[in-house]
Structures are given as structure tokens and as C-alpha cells.
């Protein structure tokens, strides 16, 4: 009988743990200018949990407005959260495919 340690479940998780080199850009319309590059290197630097944190505190913030009665201004303060959050994905994906 064979045990859990002769077994291999997943015979494709060697393959799927490789590193692959991202693929080189060919076209020049492709290349970002020196302010994109700027602007990624400079995001890269921001820890992504601040954007969850601040958009949490946006909705909360939104929450608190409009149970205070200030409706309108919650509203406002509310739409701030899917831009963080937006911004934080980006971050992520700034860190993920910034070349190193």
C-alpha cells in the first residue's frame, strides 16, 4: 500500500513553479516615456496595504457622515474608496512587472 509521501498529486507543480523571464518589448510604441517610469518607481515605493487601509477608512468615514445626516457629503467621501482601491491594484501590478 502506498503512502501519501509515494504519491504524487500533482505531477505539473514542478513545471508550474518555474520562473519565466517576461517576454521583451518588440515595439517601440510599447516603451513608456521617463515620467511613466518616474511616476511606477516612485508608486513601487508605497506599501499596497496603505491603499486598503485608506479606502476602508473612506467607507467608514462615508458610513459615519451619513448616519451623521450629511448625506451628500458622504456620498462623496464614499466614492473616494474604489479610486484607492484602484490605485492600490495598480501599485501591485507596478510592483509585480516593474523590471528589477
Not at 81 to 100: E, I
Request: aromatic share 6%; proline share 7%.
Amino acid at each position: 500500500m502506498a503512502t501519501s509521501g509515494d504519491l504524487d498529486i500533482n505531477p505539473a507543480q514542478r513545471e508550474a513553479e518555474k520562473v519565466y523571464d517576461p517576454s521583451p518589448i518588440v515595439r517601440p510604441e510599447h516603451l513608456e516615456d521617463s515620467l511613466t517610469r518616474m511616476i511606477e518607481q516612485q508608486t513601487a515605493r508605497v506599501p499596497s496595504n496603505i491603499f486598503l487601509a485608506a479606502s476602508l477608512s473612506a467607507i467608514g468615514c462615508s458610513l459615519y457622515l451619513f448616519l451623521s445626516g450629511k448625506r451628500d457629503t458622504s456620498i462623496l467621501v464614499g466614492m473616494w474608496a474604489p479610486t484607492l482601491l484602484t490605485m492600490g491594484v495598480y501599485n501591485k501590478l507596478v510592483k509585480m512587472l516593474l523590471p528589477r
